[in-house]
């Protein structure tokens, strides 16, 4: 079983500019989570999607950040201007409903963003 | 408000013992608790999990406790193997709320095994 894949594994880019991630879940994984990670400090959630519709995004800075699902497959998170705090591992998950109450969650590796 | 806390940011342990991973909780309402592990450029992994309503749950070498009370668990691996090096995070979920599957994270303890 494919895991969870997510490009680019790295970006590095200037204060300011504009940047987008990709994320496509495992088959059939109906739940979608974008995750920030800053260092030190463990994965805080910024959006969630149950298909393509958004569950929770209470924490998605949205002055700047936008994420998508678009057919309840593959989502896109993006931030545009990024500032140097957003520098970060931007992790994707996904799970499937039947195990929502084990809350089992498959993480990609991760996209690693630098901000200058 | 750090609502999941892991006070040790790292651990060392020989091979062979005990490795005790710590994390304290303040929401009461949280109800089911996991442990991911993660490796450098990897994301976390899924570990081992347990509801509230238990208060041990064993895997093999894997073994969580909860302490409702107290509102702390622990993470027992014996015995520790350095396969075992990896960042170790405690997570969290509250039940029954629109967004029952939101897991809330500790800051992690990296768990070093010597050999």
């Known amino acids: 079983e494919a895991g969870v894949a997510q490009s680019p594994r790295y970006k590095i880019i200037e204060k300011r500019q504009s940047v987008a991630f990709w994320c496509n879940p495992i088959?059939?994984?109906?739940?979608l989570y974008w995750y920030q990670q800053i260092l030190g400090q463990g994965p805080k959630l910024l959006i969630q999607f149950q298909n393509n519709g958004v569950v929770d995004d209470s924490q998605l800075p949205k002055d700047r950040f936008s994420a998508e699902r678009l057919k309840g497959v593959d989502s896109t998170l993006k931030i545009q201007p990024a500032k140097l705090e957003d520098s970060a591992v931007y992790l994707c998950?996904?799970?499937?409903?039947?195990?929502?109450?084990?809350?089992?969650?498959?993480f990609g590796p991760g996209t690693r963003l630098t901000v200058l | 408000d750090q609502q999941v806390k892991q006070n040790s940011p790292s651990l060392s342990v020989q091979e062979g013992r005990i490795s005790i991973l710590n994390c304290d909780y303040t929401n009461s309402m949280f109800d089911y608790f996991l442990w991911y592990k993660k490796y450098p450029a990897e994301g976390p992994t899924f570990l081992i999990s347990?509801?509230?309503?238990?208060d041990k749950n064993e895997d093999g070498r894997f073994t969580v406790f909860l302490n409702k009370s107290a509102k702390h668990l622990s993470l027992h691996i014996v015995p520790s193997q350095p396969g075992d090096s990896a960042v170790y995070f405690c997570a969290a979920r509250r039940i029954n709320t629109g967004t029952a599957s939101k897991l809330t994270f500790g800051t992690g303890t990296r768990l070093q095994v010597t050999l």
């Open positions: 088959s059939g994984h109906a739940t």
């Open positions: 998950a996904s799970s499937f409903p039947g195990l929502a109450l084990r809350n089992e969650q498959f």
């Open positions: 347990i509801s509230s309503i238990k």
